[in-house]
């Protein structure tokens, strides 16, 4: 299979964890994904890749400040990285990280949305980003969890350029996609004001694509991590909410129960 390059500006292109376990983290994810970790780099304040077959899915970098909790963050693909921060604060956004060169690779930069959910951007380099998409061990879906949803939605259409479908708009159920010129999803944006539990804020996360939600959850716990929300089947496939060790939250995207039990056509 060739390599996967996320060409579509504003499409999420890379994920990366902060880790206060940075050896425990290489060891969780390479056994629960069947991921590489590579080598971290003292140049790059020890950041280093995942790989699975070779491929880059993902990186992890040790945390720097105590008090922040572990967290997986996900990085949207800019073609011009200081074009796309000036615009943040004109759409009622903040800047955390303004662009920063990191060597040859890219630069990179970290925002908040209006909501306050932080997101980063990559303005590839050498490094093109995760090159395994929605396959089983690699990044199968992205996802904003929004207190704001009325300010969120235009800001990632103008800041980001995103072209978006709306999936759903009720009260039970508000959901808008970015969406190609294909028709293609790459990320949504979720109204969550009703349900976020006081005290969590907007945020970004990502879901892992598995081939057996329920035998990775349970791997999961096995090597430290916690359920959060148990596998559930929805019209988009068996989802479910986990956290490592140290409590990073991540999601896994399986196919539903009914889809492995029917058999094979041929």
């Not at 899915?57 to 990085?75: C, I, T």
């Not at 074009?83 to 908040?112: C, F, N, Q, R």
């Amino acid at each position: 299979m060739p390599a996967h390059e996320t060409t579509l500006t504003g499409a999420p292109c890379w994920v990366d964890l902060m880790t206060a376990d940075v050896d425990g983290a290489r060891r969780f994810y390479s056994e629960l994904f069947g991921w590489t970790a590579q080598e971290s780099d003292s140049e790059f304040g020890g950041y280093f890749n995942f790989t699975r077959n070779g491929r880059p899915v993902a990186g992890g970098m040790p945390k720097q400040q105590p008090e922040l909790p572990d967290v997986w963050s996900v990085y949207l693909l800019t073609q011009d990285a200081e074009k796309t921060v000036a615009a943040v604060p004109e759409h009622g956004g903040s800047v955390m990280i303004p662009p920063m060169a990191v060597a040859d690779l890219g630069t990179m930069a970290v925002v908040t949305d209006p909501a306050g959910a932080v997101i980063g951007m990559w303005q590839p380099g050498a490094h093109r980003g995760f090159e395994l998409l929605a396959e089983p061990g690699a990044p199968g879906w992205f996802e904003l969890m929004t207190r704001d949803f009325g300010s969120s939605v235009p800001f990632y259409q103008e800041v980001f350029g995103w072209h978006t479908k709306i999936m759903g708009d009720s009260d039970e159920f508000r959901y808008t996609v970015q969406v190609d010129d294909s028709g293609d999803e790459h990320a949504g944006i979720m109204d969550a004001s009703a349900f976020l539990p006081e005290g969590v804020p907007s945020h970004w996360g990502v879901y892992f694509a598995v081939e057996d939600t329920d035998a990775t959850l349970a791997l999961t716990e096995r090597l430290g991590g916690a359920t959060v929300q148990p596998a559930t089947d929805t019209p988009y496939g068996r989802l479910a909410v986990a956290t490592d060790p140290t409590g990073a939250v991540f999601k896994l995207l399986g196919p539903n129960k009914e889809e492995q039990k029917a058999p094979a056509k041929g």
